[in-house]
């Protein structure tokens, strides 16, 4: 006579088990799981939407306006580029921001050398005397235009 086995529990009893994702952390380089993405989502648009908070416009006041200037010191005009470029070396030379920009004036090109920009007027003042040194010029702050 044959008997069947009997399972340990009943079939009913049985739950499927559902794989659990990982939570692993990432190195360099590699990119996150789609599922873990999606889960990290916020369900609905409008629980995102609720959570920003745009920036609220400030109006300028003519004190911010005026603050918002911007300085340069003119280490020396040239009219040989060559000359600027010797100057502007220099000037990097001894860690300062120095550049060389052309204009013309009266038929000829010129080449302006200035350290900086700057918003403090204070900070390039107190760089004057070491540029005018490094330079052999009188050197002078002046308002930034970065237009010429």
Do not use: C, H
Not at 56 to 83: H, Y
Not at 88 to 112: C, D, E, I, M, Q
Not at 121 to 147: C, F, M, N
Request: glycine letters at 8%; aromatic letters at 4%.
């Amino acid at each position: 006579m044959t008997t069947k086995a009997q399972p340990a529990v009943a079939p009913s009893e049985v739950k499927p088990v559902e794989p659990k994702p990982a939570k692993s952390t990432l190195q360099a380089g590699q990119i996150k799981p789609f599922v873990e993405v999606v889960e990290a989502q916020p369900t609905s648009v409008g629980s995102a939407v609720n959570k920003y908070q745009a920036p609220q416009a400030k109006p300028l006041s003519s004190s911010s306006a005026t603050s918002r200037a911007a300085w340069t010191i003119q280490a020396g005009v040239f009219s040989s580029g060559d000359n600027a470029r010797v100057l502007v070396g220099k000037l990097r030379a001894s860690g300062l921001p120095a550049n060389v920009s052309s204009f013309r004036s009266g038929g000829s090109t010129l080449y302006r050398v200035t350290v900086g920009p700057d918003v403090s007027r204070a900070k390039l003042d107190s760089l004057v005397p070491r540029v005018s040194q490094i330079a052999g010029t009188s050197a002078k702050v002046i308002a930034y235009s970065p237009l010429g």
